[in-house]
């Protein structure tokens, strides 16, 4: 092979990375909300028809556990891995520790969020439940910072 025709080669390939690699780094993949078993957690009284306004799990170990999982398969992609923002979506290690900070929470995971018409962030309470919501809630109490 000619010097001359392994740059080129090597020019596509390069090209062809980038490119594969600006097209993963810009996508969500599967964005459709991942099941989460609740099912070793206590039942909140009225189940998923009457939410309760402050997070019945929160220290709970074993929430925690759930929470964790859960959030790195169904918020992770747009909040941030160990809830860290990139910048697409808010930081939710800053959300207010304890009940202040539940109400902003559980309405935002119930009814997600819609600015001029364009889904930023789907509904996730009427797919997942309660259970999976306060479970996720209690994590992000570990992970929280005022910085």
Same mark, same amino acid.
């Given at each position: 092979?000619?010097?001359?025709?392994?740059?080129?080669?090597?020019?596509?390939?390069?090209?062809?990375?980038?490119?594969?690699?600006?097209?993963? !780094?810009?996508?969500?993949?599967?964005?459709?909300?991942?099941?989460?078993?609740?099912?070793?957690?206590?039942?909140?009284?009225?189940?998923?028809?009457?939410?309760?306004?402050?997070? %019945?799990?929160?220290?709970?170990?074993?929430?925690?556990?759930?929470?964790?999982?859960?959030?790195?398969?169904?918020? @992770?992609?747009?909040?941030?891995?160990?809830?860290?923002?990139?910048?697409?979506? %808010?930081?939710?290690?800053? !959300?207010?520790?304890?009940?202040?900070?539940?109400?902003?929470?559980?309405?935002?995971?119930?009814?997600?969020?819609?600015?001029?018409?364009?889904?930023?962030?789907?509904?996730?309470? %009427?797919?997942?439940?309660?259970?999976?919501?306060? @479970?996720?809630?209690?994590? !992000?109490?570990?992970?929280?910072?005022?910085?």
């Amino acid at each position: 092979m000619n010097a001359k025709f392994r740059r080129g080669a090597l020019a596509a390939a390069a090209l062809t990375l980038s490119l594969t690699a600006a097209t993963q !780094l810009w996508a969500h993949g599967n964005v459709t909300p991942q099941p989460v078993d609740t099912s070793a957690l206590p039942d909140i009284p009225g189940g998923n028809d009457h939410w309760v306004e402050h997070n %019945p799990y929160r220290g709970n170990p074993t929430a925690i556990k759930i929470g964790e999982s859960a959030y790195g398969q169904n918020c @992770a992609r747009c909040h941030g891995l160990e809830a860290i923002s990139g910048g697409i979506a %808010p930081d939710l290690r800053l !959300l207010e520790k304890g009940d202040t900070g539940d109400e902003w929470f559980i309405y935002r995971y119930q009814h997600g969020s819609v600015r001029d018409g364009k889904v930023y962030m789907p509904p996730l309470g %009427p797919i997942l439940g309660q259970k999976a919501g306060w @479970a996720i809630r209690s994590w !992000l109490e570990t992970v929280h910072t005022d910085d």
